[in-house]
């Protein structure tokens, strides 16, 4: 149960606007505000933004 608490799964979704999506986990200890980092968006191919929801 801890496991889940401290670091939960997190989807991270493109800001292209393409709807596609990253599945991870992170730490909400040490980031405790939301996620955002730039990955590869295959559907317009290139790498752009990926912002976390919750």
Same mark, same amino acid.
């Given at each position: 149960?801890?496991r889940?608490?401290? +670091?939960?799964?997190i989807?991270l #979704?493109? %800001?292209? =606007?393409? =709807? !596609? %999506?990253y599945? %991870?986990r992170?730490n #909400? +200890?040490?980031?405790?505000d +939301?996620l955002?980092l730039?990955? !590869?968006?295959?559907?317009? #191919?290139r790498?752009?933004?990926? +912002?976390?929801?919750?």
């Amino acid at each position: 149960m801890a496991r889940n608490d401290i +670091r939960p799964l997190i989807k991270l #979704r493109s %800001t292209a =606007g393409t =709807g !596609y %999506t990253y599945v %991870t986990r992170k730490n #909400r +200890r040490n980031t405790p505000d +939301r996620l955002a980092l730039r990955k !590869y968006d295959p559907v317009v #191919r290139r790498h752009v933004l990926f +912002r976390e929801e919750r």
